[in-house]
């Protein structure tokens, strides 16, 4: 049973960067694509950002693209999520999920549990002056 734990959240200003991490353990990543979610409070859970199972194919929001970079370390058994140039906007808890996608060259920024059936706790970024 693949569980997963996000770390790497925090308090930062504007302009700002974090790096949150996605660990995996009951498994190995290695057939999951795996994406990035986001919900602030009152809002709905909106997809950041996800990459495939190999690890070639990325997709990003539009509201993150260009700023956000998404990578995963297969000795490690992990995903990354680094967030460059923080905006208020982007203030949230994130999330990672896992889609069992072996074969799948494709990932999507939708929060579909009927395909990311693994979901992280969510960890708190708030970007703040």
């Known amino acids: 049973q693949l569980q997963l734990v996000e770390s790497g959240g925090g308090l930062v200003q504007p302009g700002g960067t974090l790096t949150l991490s996605c660990a995996a353990s009951?498994?190995?990543?290695?057939?999951?694509?795996i994406g990035w979610f986001r919900q602030a409070p009152g809002e709905k859970r909106e997809g950041v950002s996800c990459?495939?199972?190999?690890?070639?194919?990325?997709e990003y929001a539009v509201s993150v693209k260009g700023r956000f970079t998404v990578s995963r370390d297969r000795a490690k058994n992990m995903v990354y999520l680094r967030m460059n140039n923080l905006k208020p906007d982007d203030t949230a808890v994130y999330y990672c999920?896992?889609?069992?996608?072996?074969?799948?060259?494709?990932?999507?920024?939708?929060?579909?549990?009927?395909?990311?059936?693994?979901w992280g706790q969510g960890i708190q970024v708030t970007v703040s002056s």
């Open positions: 009951g498994s190995t990543l290695d057939h999951y694509a």
């Open positions: 999920a896992g889609d069992w996608a072996p074969m799948s060259v494709v990932c999507t920024l939708v929060p579909d549990q009927e395909r990311y059936k693994n």
């Open positions: 990459i495939t199972t190999s690890g070639l194919r990325q």
